[in-house]
């Protein structure tokens, strides 16, 4: 026998280590991913490889089994079983029915009007990565049990580095605090680096974690496989394209199939999206038989290999379907799903995935249409193929020219449609999306969904990873500091866009750091107050979930506040992410066609800290406009919602006034140590986000926990206030005035510097201009107090004048040096010398 990963292995030298049978569980694949090119195959999973369905239902009932006897019997009775979409929402089910009574529960991406999300979290390393927890009993997940509290069962394919399961407790125990959590999963591959994190995980939450494996090892990886992986799949789907140069045909008319009325049993969900309970479970097993009766009569005795496909997430009630049907027939019955994530096919016998289906998604999904894929089923030799989806998934999709039920045609004599009722929980008004959801396509979809995922801390940022993801890329360990001078001889000169180097992270004296810790103890209700302004704003203006994006750096605190906000003061759990946004080049459309890949784009919220004269207003303006013009009208809102508008630049904020923000008083030490991001042709390339830096190394000084749970501490005491206030903001006229702009104008003229660019309005630009320019001077409005002592000291310490002066619309305005000496970095990596 061949090894199914040997065709990986021989190329790009992978190994994989492990007990006796892991060459029998896994194989191995290519995908176009940025961090990993090797996809471990589960020859057990029942998801690429088609399997004996008693083979893939006994390997995560024999799971759940030995979780029971670790549980122990009343340990057991008490456990509640959550499973992971898509790939593990079948393990997961059979794991609870391994434990006898325990309820179960899968996580889904599939929102339902009416069902109220019990949670939800972020998977760092999946194709497609918000997962929503929707069960029909609000109390499913509670973590009552008599004395040691209900036992959580997490339940995934496979547990490698152990992010994802880490950080779901984490989440989930913030909100549920238990004393016990079991993670199951058919293969342990964690590193040797990685085996030690469980132990201390458990003592940080205070909860016992076990895990149970049927089988482990770990996958040992060369130097350089990234990028020879990457080419592999580069030229293989080059030459895969070479042979294909015309479009696959379409046929007219609908797909030829027989569909089957499986009689479903009343009452019975069609999976544990919403929760499924023993109750369910009751039900299901006596019409198990008869179901598969009714299949074997329309497939026919002379079907010698039979496929029973399941879709995407509904795995289970198609595996439980073809593990009674292989009882009752004399054909062999194999069993696998479709997919939503897109792997390069090999056609040899030593690669994991030798064929592929695509078609269309055919679900009216969420976050846009997209494709999907069904491996090894082309060439698998199956005389008939039983498609099993729920109705959500029984649309014109499915049976158009391109609809999977055309692509199984040439493969197999005889389809067949078999269709499970959605389930539909009490007080929701429709089993798929939300009807008011419009679904968009963005353009280039394939290559937004090979985009990597978000970073996330600890390994970006200080930040907690349900805080923020980081549409970024990691450039920590690439040399990009220059000196605060060369740098402005480079940028006022033309040689290098500001964008292109990094200032010298500032590092704060102890007597600044005071004046931070005193200023934050003087505003944190202020700004809370302005928090929660912004924050009603939105939800009542963009909600009911809006996707906050915050421009990096100076709006990811602020993001992370107003998602702290909506948590507490109303129990929504609003996802985050931080983009990169450059003047002069506008902002990153690779993140921008991630988030259209994962979310409707009418959703997102773009967040930032506040206004100076409204340059960055205007480039997101145009540059989302640039955007949908080249990649289609996708729906994004430029609006910019700020902490503080000074500037009169933005309908939504918290407040016009222009006060002291803290965190503008420091850089990456209240910025989850994170530097201001890079744009730089060596560094970025055209399928890649912009970068920035994690100053790990700097974690002695950070205080942007100490930050943002200062201010969070304040929200009880503004609520009311932010109630009076946004009620009547709401009915105001909040349109933009550009007051700010016409003062910058002015000044730029009165003081002999003819250039915009160098006059920073506003505390929080002030407060830019002296950690990471050349100042010049600054310009103070007379009498202004506390929210300029910060300046006046940074002032003195560069030697940088501070005039007072009158009818000033900001507190202060910064001043940049229309001189400046050589040698910054460039776009080409070297010194920029003036010409």
């Not at 995980?201 to 974690?209: D, H, K, P, Q, S």
Request: with cysteine; net charge negative; charged share 25%.
């Amino acid at each position: 026998m061949v090894w199914s990963g040997s065709w990986v292995a021989e190329r790009l030298g992978v190994e994989l280590v492990g007990d006796g049978e892991l060459r029998e569980l896994l194989g191995l694949a290519l995908r176009r991913n940025p961090k990993r090119a090797h996809l471990l195959v589960s020859n057990v999973l029942g998801k690429h490889v088609p399997q004996r369905p008693s083979v893939v239902y006994g390997a995560g009932f024999a799971l759940g089994r030995r979780v029971g006897e670790l549980l122990g019997e009343d340990g057991a009775r008490n456990a509640i079983v959550l499973g992971y979409a898509e790939t593990a929402t079948g393990l997961g089910h059979a794991v609870a029915d391994g434990l006898g009574s325990a309820p179960y529960l899968h996580s889904t991406r599939r929102p339902v009007e009416g069902v109220a999300r019990a949670g939800g979290f972020e998977e760092s390393h999946s194709h497609a990565t918000s997962h929503l927890l929707l069960p029909e009993d609000p109390g499913l997940l509670a973590s009552d049990g008599g004395d040691t509290g209900a036992t959580l069962v997490l339940v995934d394919d496979e547990f490698s580095t152990g992010n994802t399961v880490l950080n779901t407790i984490r989440a989930l125990h913030e909100r549920y605090p238990r004393k016990r959590y079991v993670i199951v999963a058919l293969v342990d591959m964690r590193s040797p680096d990685d085996r030690g994190r469980l132990a201390e995980f458990a003592e940080e939450i205070g909860a016992r974690v076990d895990l149970v494996a049927r089988n482990s090892g770990t996958v040992r990886l060369p130097e350089g496989i990234l990028e020879k992986g990457q080419e592999l799949v580069a030229a293989h789907e080059a030459a895969q394209r070479a042979g294909r140069p015309g479009a696959d045909p379409q046929l007219p008319g609908d797909a030829p199939h027989t569909r089957i009325d499986l009689q479903w049993p009343a009452g019975v969900p069609d999976g544990g999206r919403h929760g499924f309970t023993p109750a369910h479970r009751a039900l299901l097993e006596p019409a198990l038989p008869a179901m598969a009766d009714r299949i074997a009569a329309a497939v026919g005795e002379h079907a010698r290999r039979v496929l029973v496909l399941g879709f995407e997430e509904l795995m289970y009630a198609p595996l439980r379907l073809g593990a009674a049907l292989e009882e009752r027939v004399d054909a062999e019955v194999r069993y696998s799903t479709t997919t939503r994530s897109p792997v390069l096919a090999v056609d040899d016998p030593g690669y994991a995935i030798r064929t592929r289906l695509v078609f269309p998604a055919h679900d009216d999904p969420a976050d846009g249409p997209g494709d999907r894929y069904a491996y090894n089923v082309a060439g698998g030799g199956f005389d008939a193929v039983v498609l099993v989806v729920d109705s959500t998934a029984d649309t014109p999709a499915l049976h158009g020219p391109r609809g999977l039920l055309r692509q199984l045609a040439p493969h197999a004599a005889h389809v067949l449609l078999a269709v499970v009722p959605s389930y539909v929980p009490s007080g929701a008004t429709a089993a798929g999306t939300s009807p008011a959801y419009t679904p968009h396509r963005p353009h280039r979809q394939e290559e937004a969904s090979m985009l990597p995922e978000p970073l996330r801390g600890p390994a970006f940022s200080s930040y907690a990873p349900d805080e923020v993801g980081w549409l970024l890329q990691d450039l920590s360990d690439t040399e990009l500091e220059a000196p605060t001078e060369e740098r402005e001889e480079a940028i006022q000169s033309g040689g290098a866009h500001y964008a292109e180097s990094l200032p010298v992270e500032y590092q704060p004296s102890e007597e600044y750091q005071d004046l931070f810790k005193a200023a934050l103890g003087l505003s944190a209700a202020r700004i809370a107050r302005a928090v929660g302004t912004v924050t009603e704003t939105v939800l009542a203006e963009r909600g009911p979930r809006p996707v906050l994006v915050s421009l990096a750096r100076a709006g990811t605190p602020v993001g992370v506040l107003m998602r702290r906000w909506a948590q507490l003061r109303h129990g929504i759990d609003l996802p985050h992410y931080a983009v990169s946004i450059v003047r002069g080049r506008g902002i990153d459309a690779n993140a921008l066609r991630w988030l259209a890949a994962h979310h409707d784009p009418a959703d997102i919220v773009f967040v930032d800290g506040w206004t100076g004269k409204g340059a960055i207003t205007r480039e997101l303006a145009a540059a989302i406009a640039e955007f949908e013009e080249s990649e289609g009208n996708a729906g994004f809102d430029p609006e910019i919602a700020v902490l503080a508008d000074p500037g009169g630049c933005v309908r939504t904020y918290g407040t016009r006034e222009d006060f002291l923000i803290p965190s503008a008083c420091l850089n990456s030490t209240v910025s989850g140590l994170i530097s201001r991001t890079v744009l730089r042709s060596d560094l970025v390339g055209p399928d890649d986000f912009h970068g920035a830096k994690f100053y790990r190394e700097l974690a002695g000084s950070d205080v942007s926990g100490h930050f943002l749970d200062t201010v969070t501490d304040r929200f009880g005491e503004v609520a009311d206030a932010v109630d009076a206030e946004v009620k009547e903001l709401l009915t105001a006229d909040r349109a933009p005035t550009w007051e700010g702009w016409a003062a910058v104008e002015r000044i730029s003229e009165e003081h002999g510097i003819h250039d915009v660019n160098l006059v920073k309005p506003g505390v929080g630009e002030t407060t830019r201009v002296l950690l990471r320019r050349v100042p010049w001077k600054i310009l103070a409005k007379r009498g202004a107090g506390a929210d300029l002592e910060h300046i006046r000291l940074l002032a003195q310490q560069r030697g940088v004048p501070v005039e007072e002066v009158d009818e000033l619309p900001y507190t202060c305005v910064g001043l940049i040096h229309p001189k400046y000496t050589r040698g910054a970095t460039g776009a080409d990596g070297r010194a920029v010398d003036t010409k």
